[in-house]
């Protein structure tokens, strides 16, 4: 039983791969825009923060974008950063999920070349910032992870009170359709412990069974509606790393329907397959 599982399971990823490609084609190729956050203030934790103008990339770092500066670093014989910045696919190796076709195509297979790029560290993300600031041609600009403020009052698209950057308290719209990539727990997914507190079921990924719409990883980066500022996915899909180093936003594809409001916290000691991240710049004046 658990072999033929096994193979339904494999065969179900490797179509997935496949539809991918042709379901990709449906939208419209994700063009980077950086948006421009004008002076602001916002209130976390009782204090208040002065926001100086910044720009914020309308999406999370794709995987092609992410594999040139790997290629960049291959090609500038700078092996002791190529060390940080490797993709460490072998994550994909989730306990209780069967995903071992994504080792294998998940960074590599041109079907998700506009996924976010995930499976990295926190230094990995700081170096792609500095090297886009390197990059930049007009040297106007430096590149980095977001602060938190910055983060929060992007995704809350300059509004106050959200609870999820589209505005509504819901995560289905009123066509049945997920605003965002999250883990979806059905009623026959949740049960009591042995004493009497509810709690969700260890074992996912079959629905039938145990009550879970699991995403087998991200989707692509431009696949659901944008916030008010016309960003995209700043809840679920992927977690997204912040400039305060173990801390992520927003939850990702593997986060339930709580954890992926604008103000959700994710802790992380390294590369994850849940996690990525988005890159803000800001004039080097400033």
Avoid at 115 to 129: G, R, T
Avoid at 146 to 153: E, F, L
């Amino acid at each position: 039983m658990k072999t033929k599982l096994t193979i339904i399971i494999t065969i179900s990823l490797l179509l997935f791969i496949v539809v991918s490609g042709f379901i990709t084609k449906k939208y419209k190729e994700p063009k980077q825009k950086y948006i421009l956050i004008e002076d602001a203030k916002i209130t976390l934790d009782t204090s208040e923060i002065a926001l100086k103008n910044y720009w914020i990339s309308n999406f999370e770092v794709t995987n092609a974008q992410y594999k040139k500066f790997l290629l960049f670093l291959k090609e500038s014989n700078r092996a002791d950063d190529y060390n940080i910045a490797k993709i460490d696919s072998t994550l994909w190796r989730i306990e209780y999920s069967y995903c071992e076709p994504l080792v294998e195509y998940y960074h590599a297979h041109p079907a998700y070349k506009d996924y976010p790029v995930v499976n990295i560290s926190y230094k990995a993300a700081k170096l792609y910032c500095q090297w886009l600031t390197n990059q930049d041609e007009s040297q106007l600009y430096v590149y980095s992870l977001p602060t938190k403020a910055q983060w929060i009052y992007a995704a809350s698209g300059g509004h106050k009170y959200l609870i999820y950057p589209w505005g509504g308290p819901h995560l289905i719209d009123d066509k049945g359709e997920p605003l965002c990539n999250y883990l979806r727990i059905g009623d026959i997914g949740i049960r009591r412990d042995s004493i009497g507190e509810l709690v969700v079921n260890s074992i996912r990924g079959i629905v039938s069974t145990y009550g879970i719409t699991e995403a087998y990883s991200a989707n692509i980066v431009n696949a659901y509606p944008p916030n008010d500022f016309k960003l995209y996915n700043m809840s679920g899909n992927v977690s997204e790393m912040i400039d305060q180093d173990g801390v992520a936003l927003g939850g990702g594809w593997n986060s339930p329907g709580y954890d992926v409001r604008i103000k959700s916290v994710e802790k992380y000691s390294g590369p994850s397959p849940s996690i990525g991240f988005r890159v803000v710049r800001a004039l080097k004046s400033e």
